[in-house]
């Protein structure tokens, strides 16, 4: 008698169910899709290569044994891999395997990249005076654990690929792990967690959390102290790496550069590096291609929007943690009415419970209501120098290299400043990160942008027109 797929795939999850816990379970099997069965191969459908590289690594012996029990001796097992535009899509979408034997795969050969061929020139990094490994603060928010990260639909690929590197640094096939997705959907938190849990694991490990937009200011700092070389060699002494924020490395090639020889060194020893970034690898701009290529070398994992479900749960640990006691209908109501993303989420109810504190008023559905009703009004979105640039250059019909060129044209010229004035009105960015990304400049170019803006719309109505134009699309879009 011939079993259907659907069949054999049950049976097989049936067994696997029996012998793994419940996360793992819903981690790694659910997602498979079985695909077809042919005589004695069974192919099953992943997510991605490294869901599948993560099964053969971990997994491999106990699918045999399901697929065994339920298709007979000689049962083979042949993966089709999901696509995605993150990956490389040098590879062909279907790997066959033998389905029997560990067979260790990494995804792309390693080589040695040409920045490594001076590696002689570099000092014994624990020699440099003033640097000792274990006086490393590792610059984690204790509150930030995996405790207080919920799981959900949204995040369980990331947060379960976490939780792995937290019990193995470097011992994963996710290396780098990239996290990435949109603002305030908990990559930072996400990202102290694995920092965190390493530290509680292995206490001799040197764990580091840091902002690119700080990895950028340091190098920069040292390129003028002329101590680079400490730099690298402290990065370089790094077990453990978090960047967050990588995405505001685009259009930086020095300090790409520098991180592209720090990421080589620590990768080739086994070390573990952590990014995040507001964007999938494939949508980063300005950003080089042998960086993006490392960047694809491990695990990319996204952060989504939470569901309603996992947003109760959000308010519900938060309030918690807090002692708090609010009614259930109170809680959804909340989570049902902000959508956008967990800091919003936060901030609600941080503003709810701020008011009744204040006003010694209980915190009533009445009272919840109005205020989540001014907090979705006055909340905007998050602005960023990227979408600032890309509005000004389409408002003046100008491609974006020319903002960002060194030309000193009257027109190019006043469309940069009004992108830096616009950065620094509409942004949290330092006018020395505003430089930055306008075409290199510093804090001080960024000042006088500033400046003659506020000068030139007091005294140039055509140029207030501009200003007026500009600020409604940034504003209303
Ligand atoms: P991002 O770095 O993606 O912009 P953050 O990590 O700063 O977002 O998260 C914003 C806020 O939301 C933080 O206070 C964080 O603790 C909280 N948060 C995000 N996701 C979760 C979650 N799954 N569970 C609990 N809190 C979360
Ligand atoms: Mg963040």
């Excluded at 570099?122 to 610059?139: A, E």
């Excluded at 020095?254 to 086994?270: A, M, P, S, Y």
């Excluded at 290199?440 to 030139?456: E, Q, W």
Aim: charged residues 25%.
């Amino acid at each position: 008698m011939n079993k259907t797929v659907g069949t054999i795939w049950n049976e097989t999850l049936e067994f696997i169910r029996d012998n793994v816990d419940e996360q793992c379970y819903a981690t790694w099997f659910i997602p498979i899709k079985p695909v077809k069965n042919q005589g004695s191969v069974l192919t099953v459908q992943v997510p991605s290569k490294f869901f599948y590289e993560y099964l053969e690594e971990n997994y491999i012996q106990l699918l045999k044994a399901g697929i065994t029990k339920s298709l007979g001796e000689g049962a083979k097992l042949v993966y089709s891999i999901v696509l995605e535009n993150t990956y490389d899509n040098s590879n062909p979408p279907t790997m066959k395997l033998p389905s029997s034997g560990r067979r260790k795969h990494k995804p792309q050969s390693v080589h040695m990249p040409v920045a490594l061929a001076n590696e002689k020139s570099i000092k014994n990094p624990f020699v440099i005076p003033g640097l000792q490994k274990l006086n490393i603060d590792s610059q984690l928010n204790p509150n930030y654990t995996f405790e207080n990260f919920i799981e959900g639909d949204c995040n369980r690929l990331a947060r379960s690929a976490g939780m792995a590197v937290g019990k193995s640094p470097g011992g994963t096939a996710f290396n780098p792990l990239m996290l990435y997705g949109g603002v305030g959907l908990g990559k930072t938190h996400l990202a102290h967690a694995i920092g965190v849990e390493i530290k509680d694991n292995y206490q001799e490990k040197t764990v580091l959390y840091v902002s690119a937009e700080k990895f950028t200011q340091q190098f920069i700092d040292s390129i003028r102290n002329n101590t680079k070389n400490d730099f690298v060699h402290f990065y370089q002494m790094i077990d453990v790496l978090v960047i967050d924020d990588v995405q505001s490395f685009s259009g930086k090639e020095k300090t790409q550069d520098v991180f592209f020889e720090i990421f080589n060194h620590l990768h080739q020893n086994g070390k573990q590096i952590i990014l995040t970034s507001d964007r999938a690898p494939v949508e980063l701009q300005g950003m080089e291609q042998r960086l993006l290529s490392r960047f694809k070398w491990g695990l990319s994992a996204d952060l989504q929007k939470p569901g309603l479900e996992t947003r109760v749960a959000i308010l519900g640990k938060k309030l918690y943690n807090d002692g708090i006691e609010v009614d259930d209908d109170i809680v959804e109501f909340i989570a049902y009415s902000i959508n956008s993303n967990v800091r919003e989420l936060e901030g609600a109810l941080i503003s709810i419970l701020a008011q009744s504190s204040l006003n010694k008023k209980e915190i009533t559905m009445e009272l919840v209501k109005s205020m989540v009703d001014k907090f979705v009004k006055s909340t905007t979105r998050e602005i960023s120098i990227d979408f600032i640039q890309k509005v000004v250059c389409d408002y003046f019909d100008m491609p974006l290299e020319l903002l960002k060129s060194k030309t000193r044209k009257r027109e190019i010229v006043q469309a940069r400043q009004l992108s830096m004035y616009f950065s620094k009105q509409l942004t949290k960015n330092s006018l020395a990160s505003i430089g930055q990304q306008c075409g290199n400049k510093d804090h001080a170019t960024v000042l006088h942008a500033c400046r003659t803006v506020n000068n030139l719309k007091e005294t140039d109505k055509r140029f207030k027109t501009y200003v007026d134009d500009l600020q409604k699309r940034l504003t209303l879009a």
